[in-house]
Every structure is written in structure tokens, then in C-alpha cells.
């Protein structure tokens, strides 16, 4: 089971925190909490109690727990530590060294790495000296989790808001990651498509498919928790949260798809993408990365439409006539571009399949000079398309015998494939 110290400290967000508690508990930790007189002021310790099962820690000279030196084994007893929210004076105590109270002195003496979400009104957030502080433990090693902008408490409207708690949770999951994942594509560059594409008739009208993405993107998470650096240019507006440490680029159809994986496959530091910002999306990037370097690996999980309209009418189609007849042409093959431009890059093609899956995969594992290809066969209703399930048989340009990946969560079958990827790039070299 995993171990995390949640750390309270003084200030109205304090509440989202009881709902932090319960969310990693549900996530399968093992939670234990700290906290300082001020988050005493706005929750009780009972709520924490009750909500993670374990007694609340308050004091750092605690009769009972220091005979067993209680401070220095609950440092030693975290896997991660969180300190959710942190107020401007704990930035300030932590920056400084201290080690005068309970919160203080476990940070100190934790060998875990240690996240600090703080939180406070926007003007304090402002302040030359809160900034500071925040240079300091980004210095001295502690993960900054920013905080969110928004309405606060005290009506102001600014940077300072406690992120809510699945964010914070995905941000404790994601340093974990890090830390128990083999780094198999350290130092890589993973640049990876996904979802559909959108092919416009006119102004009001596609063609597309049931794509929703899942699939590339729980293989950025595992590309990125396996060390690498992710670039994932998703198509069709599709509507996933960006994973935590990739640059997302969003295009829409199938030739702006393959522009931007020209581009960031060959790390061209000048050029700019369309960039759909998400106002709801808090890991979203507003502009792409200009120093990307070229790419290692190209995964190509979109379902990118196989044809486009030879022309999109300018206006709205009337429907006038009981009969539409659309000129269609064929799309660019996007992975088959750039496994003949790109040879040195290790090219991964994926084939939704709904009947003789074998032979089509190993066809395209050929005939688009691939080094490895995942195949699934979308005519099950239980994985594919719009499923949290998935698949795969896996088939290799230097391997006869094909791997099985049983039916898992998109997720497990994501850093199963990272495994198979980093394994034979590194045989390669």
C-alpha cells in the first residue's frame, strides 16, 4: 500500500483537503495527517481521523509518540508527502530551514519527495517575498504544485485558489510514478497522435469517427512516467484533460495532424501550432515547447478519417435535394509519411481491426516499414472505441512470435506497451 503524509496548514481551502483525505484513500493509500494549529482553526481533526482512519498528528513534542522518536519515524514511514494547502508562512518556514514544529521538522527529515500546493489571496501570492520563498523550495528540491486562479473566499479574483483535490491527487500519483516506473525512455523524445480527426463539408458539417482519444492518451501518461518527453497532438477537439508533464498540440484534421508530427518529429524549433486553449484544462499549455528536441519515438494512436472532401463548401449546405453527393479524396497516411521520412525514429502503429486482426496488422507492419504495430478488434463491445478497456496483440518488425496483452484498463495496457517499446528501442541501439 502506498504512504502519503497529508499536511494541513491554516487557511480557508483547508476543506478541500477533508476531500483530498478521502480520495487518496479510495486511490489506495495509506494516509496520515499532519496538522498545524491554523488548519486547526478551520477543520478538526476528528473529520481527518474519521475520513482516513488514523489519528491525526498535531504536535511535534508528543508524550506518547516521541518515546519511539514519533517525528523521525513518521518522516522515514512516508512514501510522498503533501502539504495541501500551504499557507505563505509555511512557505516562508519551509524556505527558511525551520524545524520548530511538527510539519516543519518531518519535511526536513523525510528522504520522500515532498508537494506544496499553496494557497492564499491573490495579492499575497503577488508578494516579491511569497515569490521568493517559492524559488527557494523549488531550489532546494520540493515539487510546486501552482495553484489555480478564480473567484476566492474573500471575493478577490486572482492566482492563489487550492487546486481541487482529483488534481492534487493526480499530481501524488504522477510523482510516484516517476519514482516506481522503470525509466525505460529516459531522455527520450515521444511525440504520439490520438483521436480523430475532423473533416469539414461546411462550416456546420464533418466527417469523423467514434475515436475518443483514450487510448494515446493513457499512453502519453505512461511514456511520461516512464521518463520521456511527450509531445501529443490530439485531434478533434477531443475532450480529455491534457496528463500531467505533456505538451499538448490540438489540430483537427488529418493534414494539420501531419504537419505538426512532421514538425515535432523533426524538432523544427520555428514553427507555431493551432492551439485550441481549454479554459477548464489546468495542465493545458498555452503555446508549444520551441526548443523540442527531434523525436525518438512516433506512436500513432489517432484514428485519423481515410478521406476528406476535395473542397469544404464556404456556406452552409441547404438541404435542397433528397440525394448529396460528396467529392471525396483520400487523406494523407500520416505514420506511413513519417516512418519513410523519419527511418531512424522508432515508429509504433496501432490497427482497430474488426475482422482477420492478424493478417492486416502484420500487413501494415510491412507495408509502412513499422518497428512495432497494437492491434485490437474494435467488434467487441467490451474494448475499443469509447471503452476504459482495451486488448492488444502486438507484433514486431524484428520478432516472429507476437505478444498477447489481455483484456486491462486502458491504463495498464499503456505501460505495458511502454515496457514493450522501451525493451526493443534499447535492444535496437
Known amino acids: 500500500m ?65 518515546r519511539g522518536m514519533g517525528h523521525i519515524e513518521l518522516a522515514k514511514w512516508a512514501d510522498i508527502m503533501l502539504i495541501a494547502p500551504a499557507s505563505a508562512n509555511t512557505l ?22 515532498v508537494l506544496v500546493a499553496p494557497a492564499m489571496n491573490q495579492q499575497m501570492w503577488q508578494h516579491p517575498a511569497v515569490q521568493l520563498n517559492l524559488q527557494t523550495l523549488a531550489d532546494l528540491g520540493y515539487q510546486l504544485v501552482m495553484p489555480d486562479s478564480g473567484e476566492q ?5 486572482g492566482m492563489g485558489r487550492l487546486p481541487e483535490p482529483d488534481t492534487l491527487l493526480v499530481h501524488v500519483e504522477h510523482t510516484l510514478a516517476r ?5 525505460v525512455l529516459a531522455g527520450r523524445h515521444v511525440v504520439i497522435t490520438a483521436g480523430p480527426t475532423i473533416e469539414a463539408i461546411d462550416p456546420v458539417r464533418y466527417l469523423s469517427n467514434h475515436s475518443t482519444g483514450k487510448m494515446g492518451f493513457a499512453l502519453a501518461t505512461a511514456c511520461c512516467n516512464a521518463g520521456a518527453r511527450v509531445t501529443l497532438i490530439a485531434g ?6 491534457t496528463p500531467l508533464g505533456v505538451t499538448r498540440i490540438n489540430v483537427l484534421s488529418a493534414e494539420q495532424m501531419l504537419v505538426a508530427a512532421q514538425q515535432y518529429v523533426k524538432g523544427n524549433e520555428n514553427w507555431q501550432s493551432v492551439i485550441d486553449d481549454d479554459p477548464h484544462d489546468h495542465h493545458h499549455h498555452d503555446a508549444p515547447l520551441l526548443d523540442h528536441p527531434p523525436a525518438d519515438v512516433f506512436i500513432a494512436t ?48 496501432f490497427a482497430a481491426e474488426t475482422q482477420d486482426v492478424e493478417r492486416y496488422a502484420r500487413g501494415k507492419l510491412t507495408a509502412k516499414n513499422l518497428d512495432m504495430i497494437a492491434c485490437n478488434d474494435v467488434s ?19 520478432q516472429h512470435d507476437a505478444v498477447i496483452l489481455p483484456k486491462a484498463s486502458k491504463g495498464e495496457i499503456a505501460a505495458q506497451l511502454v515496457g514493450l517499446i522501451g525493451r526493443h528501442i534499447n535492444v535496437r541501439e
Open 2 to 66: 502506498k504512504r502519503i503524509i497529508l499536511a494541513i496548514t491554516g487557511g480557508i481551502a483547508a476543506y478541500k483537503s477533508a476531500v483530498l483525505a478521502r480520495l487518496l484513500v479510495k486511490a489506495g493509500f495509506e494516509v496520515r495527517v499532519i496538522m498545524s494549529q491554523g488548519a486547526q482553526a478551520f477543520i478538526t481533526p476528528l473529520t481527518l481521523q474519521a475520513l482516513t482512519g488514523n489519528a491525526v498528528h498535531t504536535e511535534l513534542l508528543d508524550a506518547a509518540a516521541e
Open 92 to 113: 516562508a518556514r519551509l524556505a527558511m530551514g525551520m524545524a520548530d514544529d511538527l510539519l516543519t521538522t518531518v519535511c526536513l527529515a523525510t528522504a520522500a519527495p
Open 153 to 157: 473566499a474573500c471575493g478577490d479574483v
Open 179 to 183: 519514482l516506481t516506473v522503470p525509466q
Open 236 to 241: 478533434g477537439k477531443v475532450q480529455l484533460p
Open 302 to 349: 489517432a484514428a485519423v478519417a481515410d478521406y476528406r472532401t476535395r473542397q469544404a463548401a464556404p456556406q452552409k449546405i441547404k438541404k435542397t435535394q433528397d440525394e448529396l453527393n460528396l467529392d471525396l479524396v483520400k487523406n494523407p497516411d500520416i505514420l506511413a509519411t513519417i516512418s519513410a521520412e523519419f527511418p531512424n525514429v522508432f515508429t509504433v502503429g
Open 380 to 398: 467487441r463491445s467490451d474494448i475499443g472505441f469509447g471503452s476504459d478497456d482495451n486488448a492488444m496483440t502486438v507484433f514486431f518488425r524484428d
